[in-house]
Nanobody, 119 residues
């Protein structure tokens, strides 16, 4: 089970840190991805981290977002800096066996957390 948290309302240029907390002893064996869905748009890949902490990002968030994980806490983080209004969306975390930017590769999903960036 995954629990996403940390969303909120922030002004453009601000920062937020999202957390994805997992239950279960095998969390460290899973890759974790963050996806987002803006109103009227399809869910889109944001960032992902492998079980060995290799990471990659969609181009629009590179150099602004950082994904990390702490397996001792069964938690993955998404540090979001220099936020823009176009980052406004519901953010979901997901876990799967393989590192991927494609949502079908993820088996477990959190409930989502709202991020709103005002201009």
């Amino acid at each position: 089970q995954l629990q996403a948290s940390g969303g909120g309302l922030v002004q453009a240029g601000g920062s937020l840190r999202l957390s994805c907390a997992a239950s279960g002893r095998t969390f460290s064996t899973y890759a974790v991805g963050w996806f987002r869905q803006a109103p009227g748009k399809e869910r889109a890949f944001v960032a992902a981290i492998s079980r060995r902490s290799n990471s990659y990002y969609t181009d629009s968030v590179k150099d602004r977002f950082t994904i990390s994980r702490d397996n001792t806490k069964n938690t993955v983080y998404l540090q979001m800096n220099s936020l823009k209004p176009e980052d406004t969306a519901v953010y979901y975390c997901a876990a799967g066996l393989n590192l991927s930017g494609s949502s079908p590769y993820y088996d477990y999903w959190g409930q989502g957390t709202q991020v709103t960036v005002s201009s």
